[in-house]
Nanobody
Framework: QEEVVESGGDLVQPGGSLKLTCTTS????????TSWYRQAPGKSRELVATITQSDWVTYADAVEDRFTISRDIASNTLYLQMNNLKPEDTAIYYCAADTKWGQGTQVTVSS
């Protein structure tokens, strides 16, 4: 069964950076869409960034110009580089590959 596993969440100060990693057990190019979502306490899960099979990239307005989604085909890995982090970025971040979801990784932005 295909697996999706996230890692890289941590406690970071406002203005800091963090890079999340998502590894897939299947060939990452076999997925039509790979994405990062997040869910803050008391809020609904929201889409953060998406990269398609043809490398089309989209971002949520709240993270545009601060976050970068990328993938490494050789290692079947999806990344989310997060810069200039803000307290409102605090959430559990999830990786999704088509309909496969990981368990999430906690990102906390606080001084």
């Amino acid at each position: 069964q295909e697996e999706v596993v996230e890692s890289g969440g941590d406690l970071v100060q406002p203005g800091g950076s963090l890079k999340l990693t998502c590894t897939t057990s299947a060939n990452i190019t076999s997925f039509y869409v790979t994405s990062w979502y997040r869910q803050a306490p008391g809020k609904s899960r929201e889409l953060v960034a998406t990269i398609t099979q043809s490398d089309w990239v989209t971002y949520a307005d709240a993270v545009e110009d601060r976050f970068t989604i990328s993938r490494d085909i050789a290692s079947n890995t999806l990344y989310l580089q997060m810069n200039n982090l803000k307290p409102e970025d605090t959430a559990i971040y999830y990786c999704a590959a088509d309909t496969k979801w990981g368990q999430g990784t906690q990102v906390t932005v606080s001084s």
